[in-house]
């Protein structure tokens, strides 16, 4: 093997994983309407009746910008991941007693494929 191509292979790699990281989102499961009646999506929208849900992925709970959360919410200790928000979209009460999302909560399996599409919105 020819060493010199070895440096030139590596920055294509590295390349490609930099546009994996920066490629568009998967398309929404479509359980993810329900969520949309009330949170926006993307990354210039601001929040509606709910926050936005962009880069929710690692951010504090209660901690989006110009949305009025419970307190609630707001002295939650949760920073919002793949399993913390399915456990959040299986039972919001449960997972955050005193929290304003007036849903009743979704399935298992809906809430693990909801959340898997929320962790793929970031800047």
């Known amino acids: 093997m020819n060493r010199r191509f ?3 292979g ?8 930099a546009l994996a990281a920066h490629a568009q989102p998967a398309a929404p499961p479509p359980l993810f309407a329900v969520c949309q ?3 926006e999506s ?16 690692g951010r504090k709970a209660g901690a989006a910008k ?4 419970s307190d ?11 399993d913390t928000l399915a456990a959040f979209i299986v ?15 979704a399935d298992a399996a809906t809430a693990k494929q909801i959340a898997d599409y929320l962790m793929t919105l970031k800047p």
């Not at 993307?42 to 992925?57: Q, R």
């Not at 110009?66 to 959360?69: L, R, V």
């Not at 009460?93 to 009743?104: A, H, R």
């Open 66 to 69: 110009d949305f009025d959360y």
């Open 72 to 82: 609630a919410m707001k002295n939650s200790p949760i920073v919002w991941s793949a």
């Open 91 to 105: 039972d919001p009460n449960k997972s955050i007693p005193g929290n304003k999302m007036d849903y009743s909560g």
């Open 10 to 17: 590596a920055f294509l790699a590295a390349s490609a994983l």
């Open 42 to 57: 993307t990354a210039n929208a601001g929040p509606s009746v709910g926050p936005n849900l962009f880069g929710v992925g």
């Open 37 to 39: 009646a009330c949170h």
């Open 6 to 8: 070895l440096p030139a």
